[in-house]
């Protein structure tokens, strides 16, 4: 069965400064990891995503993940965060094309000023 | 870019009622959609597949007797949560996907807004 590990429930970082949102996956055949942003009442919006081919991804708002086979990880990364940037994330995976996305149980970054 | 809406954004019913939320795609054809259940800062639970035309295939631990999945068009899904309790509150998201191998799109599956259910 496949899973998705969130290991940190919030993230604090100062304005400015980089930042980090861990995720650790388990599939039983090719990962597509995938990550989300949600904020408060809202859906989820996509960031970016990873299928094949390099593994540093650079999606949406600034933000890369880089895809580490050996330590199944998908690590979410910003140079530079925003205030804006505080939100819910989540981390995602499928391993077949047909199947649903399981999600990680989120993790909250907050960004201060 | 695909667009998924749903209806109501938020509902508020008394113990007993059913509710029925719809999810549509508005500028593609889904074959397949999902639900998904959200919990107060918690995760988005999967609860069930519906492909169109054929009978959705609920999680483990779903009732769905309780959650009424109709995926009759491709573009419309409805879940009715029969018999509303206020265990039932939640925030209900559904997803979209134009093809099981869909990789057309940067974002293969298309959420909706989500509709806040409230039992009271």
């Known amino acids: 069965a496949q899973s998705v590990a969130q290991p940190e429930d919030q993230v604090n970082v100062a304005e400015g400064n980089p930042l980090t949102v861990k995720c650790t996956y388990s599939?039983?055949?090719?990962?597509?990891l995938f990550w989300y942003v949600q904020y408060p009442n809202r859906g989820l919006q996509f960031l970016l995503k990873?299928?094949?081919?390099?593994?540093l991804v650079k999606g949406s708002y600034g933000f890369e993940a880089e895809f580490n086979k050996s330590q199944t990880s998908f690590h979410l990364k910003k140079p530079s965060a925003l205030v804006s940037d505080s939100a819910l994330y989540f981390c995602a995976v499928r391993d077949q094309a047909g199947t649903a996305l399981i999600f990680g149980k989120g993790t909250t970054l907050s960004v201060s000023s | 870019g695909a667009v998924v809406s749903q209806h109501p954004s938020r509902v508020i019913c008394k113990s007993g009622t059913s509710v029925k939320i719809e999810c549509r795609s508005l500028?593609?054809?889904?074959?397949?959609m999902f639900w998904y259940r959200q919990f107060p800062k918690k995760s988005l639970m999967l609860m069930a597949t519906?492909?169109?035309?054929?009978?959705?295939?609920?999680e483990q631990g779903v009732e769905k007797d309780k959650f009424l999945i109709n995926h009759a068009s491709l573009t419309l899904s409805t879940l009715t949560v029969t018999s509303a309790h206020p265990e039932d509150s939640s925030f209900y998201i559904c997803?979209?996907?134009?093809?099981?191998?869909?990789?057309?799109?940067?974002?293969?599956?298309?959420f909706g807004p989500g509709t806040r259910l409230t039992v009271l």
């Open positions: 599939v039983s055949g090719n990962p597509y």
């Open positions: 997803s979209a996907r134009t093809s099981p191998y869909a990789g057309l799109f940067d974002n293969e599956q298309f």
């Open positions: 990873y299928i094949t081919g390099d593994n």
């Open positions: 519906s492909n169109e035309g054929s009978k959705a295939t609920y």
């Open positions: 500028d593609f054809q889904a074959t397949t």
